[in-house]
């Protein structure tokens, strides 16, 4: 059977707004769809080379900035870089003997020098540098008759790229907030207690794209690296606050973290690391790396800003110079809760439960080695120390945590964050996961038959439905229910465990290592207060993941992965983390005071030297 060309026109899905009076046009007509989609397309390409454009001259801007003032006063000064990178925040703060000029001049050479971009070794943990601002401030501290003398009077420190500093970029690790519309006119609620306080920021660290992997690499600023072993990485998403805090460049960070972002980099780089409970640090003025700061997640899981540092001393003291009455006043969404130092007075001997794995990621043999020797070590202190079975299931909070923190599907909202630039390499995995057709999912799981399964059943292509939904938050408050029961049923003032059960990851390997994280995902489902404290290095005989010391259950992809990761692993930190009930803010520093006394960690990184 054969049509005229009027035939054809007539049957056409679309009406055609000409006549065809002939092939070639007819041809044409169908073509539209073709021209359309390559319009489209080249927009894509042209939106995309902007984004590229602007995160170069983000970083030109970066790199041709005037720092001369400083730079000079630092090389009359004739102190070498190292002169005061073994002062802690606490010693600076409580004594009047530094010059507020000597500190911040030669801790600026000393991040420019070791772990900026102009470090040949390629530390790169630095978004942005403050240099010549901050010598600004401490020549106006040098000057003044009666100088500041509050918590962190003269402290030099770094704040995350994510959170607002006056003529800085929030990039989120997003090339599109290097546009210039996305420069802060004024600091962060957060920034301007700890200024008030007599802190100095004099840099800004790397995040990770997104802000959701636990490593610290982007399009805008590039790969951060780990002291530690320049082939790994320093976690994230406040990676780069971790390595300035672990090569001493800063004695304090200020981070962020919604489901590990303080305590994975504290962990990797072998410092200290304290997650507030939620609602009690100011996040007003930081950015969310979503289209239009809208992040609707954050609702259930909520981000907390907190500090990275050297020592447990430190983190209280960024808590006494926040947790104050004016802070509070500058932002009413805050809970109203002052700094307990009585707290800290006490004399009473801790009561603790502690287990051994959650039953989801076995901890490697160094990693359960450090936690063994900090619970013999507090039992000889007095302290009462029992171990307890895991309550509930692993697999059920990194289920929970990737149904709940991925609910829209297929990774939109990061997409739509991103605005026509592309996910980082390491989303790759989880990008395909959740992109998985919902009819393919259970033979998926069943032919990996593994815990990846679990990844691959907990989302869903096009996101949850509002039932589907509703029942995952109702998981939540039975989680909730079941840790603060058991919690006093034990009669006890917190749980300790191991910090990670892995050491500082491979660079590019944490998407195909998710699993590993259900330790530090559990505080930020609970909304509890927890902390990360150094407590040992891996030995010569502690580089493996042998199959035969882990549950068969394990003995899957994710375990072969692991026994990757201890292959050369020597020397990393490895840590304890401390959790308590919400609120129980000073209760958990307590805690992390009391194992960083007797676990007496003081290795330092020597790879990026």
Not at 83 to 89: E, I, Y
Not at 418 to 441: C, D, H, Q, T, W
Request: aromatic share 8%.
């Amino acid at each position: 059977m054969t049509f005229t060309t009027m035939e054809l026109k007539d049957i056409l899905p679309i009406h055609v707004p000409f006549a065809i009076n002939d092939t070639f046009t007819l041809l044409f007509a169908l073509c539209i769809p073709l021209l359309f989609y390559n319009c489209i397309n080249r927009y894509s390409s042209a939106k995309a080379l902007r984004l590229v454009q602007s995160a170069a001259k983000a970083r030109q801007d970066r790199d041709n900035k005037d720092h001369s003032a400083c730079f000079d006063y630092f090389e009359k000064c004739n102190y070498t870089t190292d002169a005061f990178s073994d002062l802690t925040a606490s010693d600076i703060a409580t004594s009047g003997d530094y010059d507020p000029r000597d500190l911040v001049a030669t801790l600026s050479a000393k991040c420019s020098q070791e772990l900026s971009y102009r470090n040949p070794k390629g530390i790169n943990a630095i978004a942005e540098e403050l240099y010549s601002e901050g010598y600004s401030q401490a020549m106006k501290n040098s000057r003044l008759s009666n100088p500041p003398s509050g918590v962190l009077s003269n402290v030099p420190i770094s704040v995350k790229d994510c959170i607002g500093v006056v003529n800085c970029l929030q990039t989120g690790g997003l090339a599109v907030r290097t546009l210039p519309e996305h420069r802060s006119n004024k600091d962060s609620v957060l920034v301007q207690t700890l200024r008030k306080q007599g802190a100095i920021p004099i840099v800004r660290g790397n995040v990770s794209q997104c802000m959701m992997l636990p490593e610290s690499a982007n399009n805008v600023w590039g790969e951060s690296l780990n002291p530690w072993d320049l082939t790994r990485t320093p976690g994230g998403s406040s990676g780069g606050e971790g390595a300035l805090v672990s090569t001493r460049c800063v004695p304090l960070a200020v981070g962020s973290d919604v489901g590990g972002s303080i305590r994975i980099p504290a962990a990797f780089c072998g410092i200290c690391g304290f997650k507030p409970t939620p609602g009690r640090v100011s996040k007003k003025g930081c950015m969310a790396p979503r289209r239009g700061n809208r992040h609707g997640p954050t609702m259930v899981i909520p981000s907390t800003p907190g500090p990275l540092a050297r020592t447990v001393e430190d983190c209280k003291l960024f808590c006494k110079a926040v947790w104050r009455k004016e802070h509070f006043e500058a932002d009413t969404d805050i809970v109203p809760k002052v700094y307990d130092g009585k707290v800290f007075e006490s004399k009473r001997k801790l009561k603790l439960a502690y287990f051994k794995t959650d039953g989801w990621f076995h901890p490697c043999q160094a990693a359960l080695r450090g936690l063994e020797e900090t619970v013999v070590k507090l039992r000889e202190e007095g302290h009462e120390v029992n171990e307890v079975e895991f309550p509930g299931d692993g697999g059920d909070t990194y289920a929970l945590y990737v149904a709940l923190a991925a609910a829209e599907g297929n990774m939109r909202c990061f997409e739509e964050g991103l605005e026509g630039e592309e996910l980082i390499k390491p989303y790759k995995v989880l990008k395909m996961a959740s992109s998985l057709p919902n009819f393919l999912r259970p033979i998926v799981a069943l032919v990996m038959n593994d815990r990846r399964s679990r990844l691959v059943k907990a989302g869903r292509s096009g996101g949850l439905s509002a039932y589907e939904y509703w029942e995952r938050l109702a998981d939540l408050n039975e989680m909730r229910s079941m840790w603060s029961e058991r919690i006093a049923d034990l009669n006890v003032d917190g749980f300790i465990h191991v910090g990670l059960p892995l050491p500082a990851l491979k660079c590019g390997t944490s998407g195909d290592l998710t699993g590993v994280f259900s330790y530090t995902l559990l505080a930020n489902l609970l909304l509890w207060p927890a902390g990360t404290v150094p407590v040992t290095t891996i030995r010569e005989d502690e580089q493996h993941y042998n199959f035969s010391d882990i549950p068969e259950s394990q003995r899957d992809h994710w375990g072969k992965k692991a026994q990757e990761q201890m292959e050369g692993s020597k020397g990393l930190p490895l840590s304890v983390a401390v959790m308590t009930p919400k609120y129980h803010d000073e209760m958990c520093l307590r805690i992390m005071e009391e194992v960083e006394r007797v676990a007496k960690f003081s290795d330092r990184p020597q790879a990026y030297l």
